[in-house]
């Protein structure tokens, strides 16, 4: 016989893969007891939900609700969210992002999806379970992790990556909270789809050979213009207007 460990740990990821494909499924065709939650460009909202969690909301930002008798079940549809999760044992807090479950052990922590169908985790205290997508519904997906605090994972279509996140880390990550967008390397391409989350009037690279270019530095999330007015300073690229209001970022040909 398997030890106690054993069985208690394949039943928890059993229960999880489960709770996933329920998830999954609702995520697409949603109850009709489901809260929705929506923020847009520079959009900043922070909701208490029924059960007193708070879950705050970033930019372009959809959140699909709905608690059940035996379980708390969150869709991040899309755009991030913090979730400060008041614990629960009779109901599990879950969210489902594209497939992936992120599990509430008594919790603070980030939730994250770009637009590359790739999720990021970041606790802040507490712990959370994760689970890779794949596999048939019920059936049992491992990688099974637990993340503790100041733990960062990155969850893909094939596996999960985690390791310890810094202090300085954990506030860069988290300045979104305050509309402050820090870049510390990223490509102009990366930090350019960051203020267009934020923004009505969207940047636009002309030249394919700029996006490629690592930026660095601290900005506010819905000041445009100073952030150009760095990339002049630093990269000699300029701006003009672009169709549908856009702001089209190019090479200047210097003074």
Not at 134 to 150: D, I, M
Not at 222 to 233: E, G, M, W, Y
């Amino acid at each position: 016989a398997r030890p106690a460990p054993a069985r208690t740990s394949l039943r928890a990821a059993a229960a999880l893969a489960a709770a996933a494909a329920f998830l999954a499924w609702w995520g697409l065709s949603p109850h009709a007891g489901t809260r929705v939650y929506r923020t847009g460009p520079a959009g900043l909202s922070r909701v208490a939900l029924p059960d007193g969690t708070v879950a705050t909301l970033n930019a372009h930002t959809e959140l699909r609700v709905l608690f059940l008798p035996a379980l708390r079940a969150v869709t991040l549809v899309e755009g991030e969210a913090q979730f400060h999760v008041v614990h629960d044992s009779r109901r599990p807090f879950q969210v489902v992002v594209d497939g992936r479950v992120v599990r509430d052990v008594g919790t603070i922590f980030d939730v994250r999806r770009d637009d590359a169908r790739t999720v990021e985790v970041l606790v802040t205290s507490g712990r959370v379970a994760v689970l890779p997508a794949g596999g048939e519904p019920g059936t049992v997906r491992l990688p099974l992790r637990t993340l503790g605090a100041h733990q960062l994972a990155v969850l893909t279509a094939h596996r999960v990556t985690v390791r310890q996140a810094s202090p300085q880390e954990m506030a860069d990550r988290l300045r979104w909270e305050r509309r402050k967008l820090y870049f510390q390397g990223e490509t102009l391409q990366q930090a350019v789809a960051e203020f267009n989350r934020y923004n009505y009037r969207r940047l636009v690279i002309d030249e394919s050979s700029l996006a490629r270019l690592r930026i660095g530095g601290n900005f506010r999330a819905l000041d445009i213009h100073s952030f150009v007015a760095a990339l002049r300073r630093s990269f000699n690229i300029d701006a003009r207007p672009g169709p549908h209001h856009s702001i089209e970022l190019y090479r200047s040909a210097g003074p």
